[in-house]
């Protein structure tokens, strides 16, 4: 099946600094998301991005389908932007298995 | 409007015991799907249901079923429970079978003692 690998598992900054999240996956897919787990397991949707580039505030992302990648940027992080970031993908055929990554643990410190 | 909602939020039972999970999908969403992670890592697809026909199966044993009612509701049944069952059950919606954004609920935390 196909897989998912997320750069790097954690990541540690200081309020106000830049990151960038990756996320490689092994073969053509027609979904990708990201998500942020809160403290409490809830996935929130930050995007839906199986190709091009979106903005949303202080969040970015980009899918180069053709090259299987996805980042994520965060900018002026905020200690409320720390948790898990997910990225996951599903295939054209079949169901809407969605494949997770392992995920990016992401620490704010004011 | 409500989004995913899910029920109960958190639930203890003994091992070999058997379990019922509840999902409502946002409204309008017609496919639902479930979820489980454990501790670290990501969620693991368990089941697709799609206007109340399963439309996919993850890795998972016979123990874990599900079903889809006619108000697009869903409920996911665990028999016989094991340690290694206790994790966060998450449930998903999506508007049809072909539209692939999926919208998480807040999920279902089960322990298993």
């Known amino acids: 099946g196909i897989q998912v690998e997320q750069s790097p598992p954690d990541l540690i900054l200081q309020e106000g600094a830049n990151s960038t999240l990756r996320c490689n996956f092994s073969d053509s897919v027609n979904n990708l998301q990201w998500f942020h787990q809160n403290p409490w397991g809830q996935l929130i949707n930050l995007f839906y991005?199986?190709?091009g580039t979106k903005q949303n505030g202080r969040l970015s992302a980009t899918t180069v389908a053709t090259e299987r990648y996805s980042l994520l940027y965060i900018s002026s992080s905020q200690t409320t932007d720390s948790g898990v970031y997910f990225c996951?993908?599903?295939?054209?055929?079949?169901?809407?298995?969605?494949?997770f990554g392992q995920g990016t643990r992401l620490t704010i410190n004011p | 409007d409500a989004g995913v909602t899910q029920s109960p939020t958190h639930l203890i039972k003994t091992r070999g015991q058997q379990v019922t999970l509840r999902c409502s999908p946002i409204?309008?969403?017609?496919?639902v799907s479930w979820y489980q992670q454990v501790l670290g890592q990501g969620p693991q697809f368990i089941f697709q249901?799609?206007?109340?026909?399963?439309?996919g199966r993850g890795n998972f044993p016979d123990r874990f079923s599900a079903r889809q009612f006619p108000n697009y509701s869903s409920e996911l049944n665990v028999n016989a429970l094991l340690l290694g069952d206790s994790a966060l059950y998450l449930c998903?919606?999506?508007?049809?079978?072909?539209?692939?954004?999926?919208?998480f609920g807040p999920g279902t935390r089960l322990t298993v003692t």
């Open positions: 249901y799609y206007e109340k026909e399963e439309r």
């Open positions: 996951a993908v599903s295939r054209i055929q079949g169901a809407q298995k969605l494949v």
């Open positions: 998903a919606s999506s508007l049809s079978d072909r539209a692939y954004e999926q919208y």
């Open positions: 409204s309008g969403h017609k496919s």
């Open positions: 991005i199986p190709s």
